[in-house]
Structures are given as C-alpha cells and as structure tokens.
C-alpha cells in the first residue's frame, strides 16, 4: 500500500488524485495546493484523505510525491519535500521538459525521477478535473544513472494504477521527442496559413475550407 503526495491540485494533479482514489494499492493521499478551496472540497469529496496549507511534515510519511506544477517551480518545490520526507520517498513531476529539471535534481537528498503524462486540456482547476484522464494515455517516465531499478519498478506500478501506459526514456530523448511532436504542427499550420494567404482567391474560398485545419 503506497501512501502518495499531490503537489498542485488543479486538472492534473486533481485527476491524478481521483484516478488514484480507485486504486486499491494507494492508502492515502495528501495534498497541497495554493488554493484552499481545491483542498477543502477534495476532501470534502474523499479523494483526498488529508491536505496542507504548505509543504511541511504532513508529506513525511508518503512513498511518492507528484509535483503537479508549472515547471518553473518543480526543483523548488522538490527542493522543501527533501527536508520534510522519508529517506526512501520518491519524488517524482509531471513537467512537460524534462533534462534541466534532472541536471538540477542530482543535487538533492532524495530520489527524484521525472515524469510526463502525455494529456492535456484547456481546462485548469480541481473542479475541471476527472478521474478517468489518463486511461490509456501514455505516461513517460525518464530514467537516469541516479534512479534506482526498483523506484523505477515502483513508479511504473502505481502509473499502471491509474491505468496509463508507461514509456521509460531518458531525459533527452523525451525532450527531443516532446518537441519534435508539440513543434510539428505548430510550423505546419502556420505555414498552410501562409499558403493560403498566398494562393486564394478573391472569395476566399481556400481560407474558408482551410479553417478546419489553422
């Protein structure tokens, strides 16, 4: 039984808690969340068992603690969990880069291995979240000469928890990859605009029939 910690309650950290609230390999849950409200009506709806208006000694006893925030505040964070968690405890994020993060984390006292599920939405806030976000959504985990073989094993068990399907890589290879694929399409949609603008006609035919696309 895994006792789990949520950094960053709002859509994904909140439906990384509803999705492991049905697992029956996950004890409890606590979180924190710079908004209170998030908290209070998490626990209020028993997906979470307990929370913290800060990172403090409530983390002390989780086995893995998601960082669900921006990326620019995850090795801080990581940071504060390190003088308030077990030795053992595996801190993990869900940060969309991932090389700068781990460059910077071999510098802390617990074991820190990155993570990055592959969802997303416009949406934002705990009351956005759901509990069935990541079913068959690919999770990549990265790993590196730090990360021990059964953190690795124990990360990928509780990620198949929430009934995602993890990928093992490590921290270039996801940034290349991460890239390549958020960046693609971006040059393609802005070059068929270009196109367009170019070759349409008067009655602006092609513009209309292009939209779906830009």
């Known amino acids: 039984m895994y006792n789990i910690g949520i950094i960053g309650l709002g859509f994904l950290g909140g439906s990384l808690a509803k999705s492991l609230r049905k697992s029956k390999k996950v004890d409890s849950i606590i979180a924190f969340d710079t908004?209170?409200?998030?908290?209070?009506?998490?626990?209020?709806?028993?997906?979470?068992?307990?929370?913290?208006?800060?990172?403090?000694?409530?983390?002390?006893?989780?086995?893995?603690?998601?960082?669900?925030?921006?990326?620019?505040?995850?090795?801080?964070?990581?940071?504060?969990?390190?003088?308030?968690?077990?030795?053992?405890?595996?801190?993990?994020?869900?940060?969309?880069?991932?090389?700068?993060?781990i460059q910077s984390a071999t510098s802390l006292k617990r074991e820190f291995i990155g993570g990055h599920p592959m969802v997303g939405s416009e949406r934002s806030g705990y009351q956005t979240s759901k509990d069935n976000l990541f079913?068959?959504?690919?999770?990549?985990?990265?790993?590196?000469?730090?990360?021990?073989?059964?953190?690795?094993?124990?990360?990928?068990?509780?990620i198949k928890e929430i009934r995602a399907i993890p990928i093992i890589i490590d921290e270039c290879e996801h940034d290349y990859i991460t890239?390549?694929?958020?960046?693609?399409?971006?040059?393609?949609?802005?070059?068929?605009?270009?196109?367009?603008?170019?070759l349409d006609s008067k009655d602006e035919i092609m513009r209309t029939l292009a939209a779906r696309w830009v």
């Not at 040059?187 to 270009?194: F, K």
């Open 135 to 158: 079913e068959n959504s690919y999770y990549i985990i990265t790993k590196n000469e730090n990360n021990k073989v059964t953190s690795i094993n124990t990360l990928e068990e509780v």
């Open 35 to 101: 908004n209170v409200n998030s908290l209070k009506q998490a626990k209020e709806d028993g997906v979470i068992n307990d929370y913290s208006e800060s990172v403090d000694n409530k983390f002390e006893n989780c086995d893995i603690v998601f960082i669900c925030t921006p990326v620019k505040a995850i090795f801080s964070i990581a940071k504060e969990l390190e003088e308030v968690t077990k030795n053992n405890c595996i801190i993990t994020d869900t940060g969309s880069t991932k090389k700068k993060i």
């Open 179 to 198: 890239a390549t694929i958020s960046h693609v399409p971006h040059i393609i949609a802005s070059s068929l605009t270009t196109m367009v603008q170019q």
